[in-house]
């Protein structure tokens, strides 16, 4: 494994622009094909035509309470300066050893941590543990992913921690960290008040990928309590996407908050077409880069800023062998839904040291396949 850049970690500006047209249908089509377009155009249709009429019901009649436990952990932390709202999800309801795994590492950052679980049934076991590193354990049902989550316990994360001056986000759709996570956390840090994630996307548009973001100064985080407030939320996964991820970095940045990125997408497409393993790699993960070989540097580059891939996706080995990045994507290494190559080969990149080992990521993804505890779970942060 060809060791990382010292040091790894530089924050870079988030690129400029709005979403064009041109970007937002590549966004679509991960295969690069004109009827993978179509299929997935179609799919949005449908979703939306369905999700729509139960959101107006939704607002007409009111939901069920989103809430359905809550309850105090044993690190209260009441003067922490520093929040995190976690999200967790296993149709099984296990919390396992890698989660917990990264919630200790938050909690050694100095977070005081709101763990919300949208399973609908958690053994008793398993909420006494995550009890063990959070500041307040809630359960909720499971109704507009993340977003909706991170919604549904902000206020009273807000009353709670009034002061704070650091609110991240963050979820278990990461599997990791499999490098020291204080130097990551460190870096973030080290930009100074304003909004900062890990990935830049420029798929729909310049956004931050919202498995991990860290807000900081009391009026970022203010701003980001209020994003999160006024967000309306749906049963429509890409609506909520489209109304959360894609726009959250925007709407910080318009209210003149710095926001930037720990792995910059610019950054990763030169560190992956400086590295021939790299290049090769790409070439045989999207058939619009199959030529990528007989280009020039500079087209090479063009091409990949002109036509956007998913950062934690097609470019996730450079990510981890080039840059340092501490994490792999659980989509990927469950379903691999672009079909790219090589993603079998993903425990090759984990060091023995690290700190979520590869036992602990197989242990995690063997929970994730586990069937429901109870038939009303569904394996989906888009239920209702």
């Not at 619009?288 to 063009?302: D, I, K, M, N």
């Not at 990949?304 to 990045?325: D, M, Y």
Request: charge should be positive.
């Amino acid at each position: 494994m060809t060791a990382p850049p010292d040091p790894p970690y530089r924050l870079t500006p988030l690129e400029s622009g709005r979403p064009g047209l041109r970007r937002a249908l590549h966004g679509y089509s991960t295969a690069g094909t004109w009827r993978r377009l179509a299929w997935r155009a179609g799919e949005v249709a449908l979703e939306i035509a369905g999700a729509l009429p139960r959101d107006l019901l939704r607002r007409l009649r009111g939901g069920a309470p989103p809430l359905l436990r809550l309850e105090e952990g044993r690190n209260p932390r009441p003067d922490a300066a520093a929040v995190a709202l976690y999200v967790h999800f296993a149709a099984s309801g296990l919390i396992s050893e890698m989660v917990r795994r990264q919630l200790a590492l938050l909690a050694e950052g100095g977070f005081a941590i709101v763990f919300i679980t949208m399973a609908p049934f958690v053994p008793e076991a398993d909420w006494q543990a995550a009890r063990q590193h959070c500041a307040l354990v809630a359960q909720r049902r499971n109704f507009a992913r993340d977003f909706g989550a991170w919604q549904d316990l902000a206020a009273e994360a807000r009353r709670r921690w009034p002061e704070a001056t650091e609110l991240l986000l963050a979820n278990d759709s990461v599997l990791g960290p499999i490098r020291p996570f204080a130097p990551m956390l460190a870096a973030m840090r080290a930009g100074g008040d304003g909004f900062v994630g890990l990935t830049e996307s420029l798929q729909g548009g310049p956004h931050l990928q919202s498995y991990f973001l860290l807000a900081r100064g009391r009026t970022a985080v203010d701003d980001l309590f209020g994003f999160l407030a006024a967000m309306r939320m749906s049963h429509s996964k890409w609506l909520v996407v489209n109304r959360g991820e894609l726009r959250l970095a925007r709407w910080m940045r318009r209210r003149g908050h710095p926001v930037s990125a720990l792995f910059g997408y610019r950054r990763l497409v030169a560190a992956s077409l400086a590295d021939a393993a790299e290049r090769a790699q790409l070439a045989r993960s999207h058939p619009a880069l199959a030529g990528l070989e007989s280009l020039a540097p500079a087209a090479r580059e063009a091409l990949l800023l002109s036509q956007p891939l998913n950062p934690t996706h097609h470019f996730w080995r450079a990510l981890v062998r080039r840059l340092g990045f501490p994490y792999l994507k659980t989509e990927l290494i469950r379903r691999n839904p672009g079909r790219l190559p090589g993603v079998e080969a993903w425990r090759g990149l984990v060091p023995p040291a690290a700190p979520c080992p590869v036992p602990a990521i197989e242990a995690h993804l063997g929970i994730m396949d586990a069937p429901p505890r109870e038939s009303a779970g569904q394996d989906t942060r888009q239920a209702a």
